[in-house]
Structures are given as C-alpha cells and as structure tokens.
C-alpha cells in the first residue's frame, strides 16, 4: 500500500523491460537502488506491470492512498 511518486532508472535492476515505477512494494522498484533512480515517468516508458498490479490491488481494496483528485471518504 506505499504509492510513491514515478520513477524511472537508467539501470533496469531485476527488470527486463525500461519503464518507471510508482509502487514502493514492487520488487524491481526495490531492485533499483535509491542512486539510481531519476524521478518522473522517463520518456517512452510504460508503467510497471507489477506497480500496475499493486496499485490496483490497493485501489480495489480501499486502502487510503492520498490524492487530491480522490478524496476519500471517512468511514
Ligand atoms: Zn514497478
């Protein structure tokens, strides 16, 4: 449940394809070392499989990920 702002790597870590990521627990995120890592999307990249997956896992469950687009509700 850790969105975090998009980044992209000019080193793919355990990836096999450039893209960027936005998820804290995706595991080639976390295969990307922090001095790696460029913040925003890149260009011509896609989003993550993974961070995709795991983004929406979070999102179907609910779970309170701050957006100002998505305020979500109390309770
Ligand atoms: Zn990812």
Redesign the pocket.
């Known amino acids: 449940m850790k969105r975090i702002p998009p980044f992209y790597s000019l080193v793919r870590g355990i990836g096999v394809k450039d893209?960027y990521?936005d998820?804290a627990e995706?595991p080639?995120?976390k295969s990307v070392e922090e001095f790696y890592r460029l913040p925003g999307t890149g260009k011509n990249r896609t989003h993550?499989t993974?961070?995709a997956i795991l983004n929406e896992s979070f999102d179907s469950r609910g779970v309170n990920i701050s957006s100002p687009l998505s305020p979500h509700p109390e309770g």
């Open positions: 893209v990521h998820n995706c080639i995120a993550c993974f961070c």
